[in-house]
Structures are given as C-alpha cells and as structure tokens.
C-alpha cells in the first residue's frame, strides 16, 4: 500500500517573470533519526487551478526542468494560456515532479494570476 500523502501548495500570486520557481519537491536537509535514511521525496500534481482576479484577460505560461528555466520542448499545462476576466481555469492530471524537476512559470501581468494545486507527496 502507497505511504504518499496529500499536499496543497499556494494559493500565490504569480510574477510578471517568467522564469519563477514556482514548485519544488527539494528537501534541504537528508539527515533523520539513527537508523533511518531519509530520501527525497517526488510530487504528483493532479489538479491546480489558476484564478483571474482583474477585469481583463491575462495571460499564464508553465514550463517543468531546471530551476528558472524555460526552454522550448518543456512546457507544460499552457503555454501563453489566456484566463478570462475574473475567470479561472483548472487542470487535471498525473504529472511527477522528482527533485530535479521544478515547475516554473509566470503571467502576462504581475499579480493578476493566484495558482493553487493539489497532489500527492512520497518518498522514493
């Protein structure tokens, strides 16, 4: 039997940049009790939802590989995805993040967007 639990992450504002660091499954610190070697834990998202708080559409991108990136071939949930005034889209699905993986991303506009998600947490 599977020992993941669940987690929620957010809600937050997204940035006008799109290279922000928005999820991250990294633990700082490995070391545990004697006897117990503790190892980095995966995430599975299964839903988030991204909210339009102004009175105009904006726009949202997501990429998924290294810390602050976004290259071409890594987007993910949408790329330039428009978001109706006072709207929200949501996504649903299985995606895994392991430690290296790093869910980055903006808006089109500065604190119009807020992201919040739902998932799974386990060790490897």
Request: aromatic share 8%; charged share 10%; proline share 2%.
């Amino acid at each position: 039997m599977a020992a993941n639990k669940t987690f929620r992450f957010g809600p937050v504002a997204l940035s006008a940049t799109l290279t922000t660091n928005i999820l991250n499954s990294t633990v700082s610190s490995l070391s545990g009790p004697v006897g117990f070697t503790m190892t980095q834990p995966y995430l599975i998202l299964k839903h988030i939802r991204v909210v339009n708080k102004t009175a105009g559409a904006v726009t949202c991108s997501f990429w998924l590989g290294a810390t602050g990136g976004n290259a071409a071939g890594t987007e993910v949930i949408g790329q330039g995805l428009s978001i109706a005034a006072n709207s929200f889209i949501d996504w649903f699905g299985l995606l895994r993040m392991d430690a290296a993986d790093f869910l980055v991303g903006g808006a089109s506009a500065g604190t119009s967007l807020t992201i919040e998600g739902e998932g799974e947490i386990g060790l490897i």
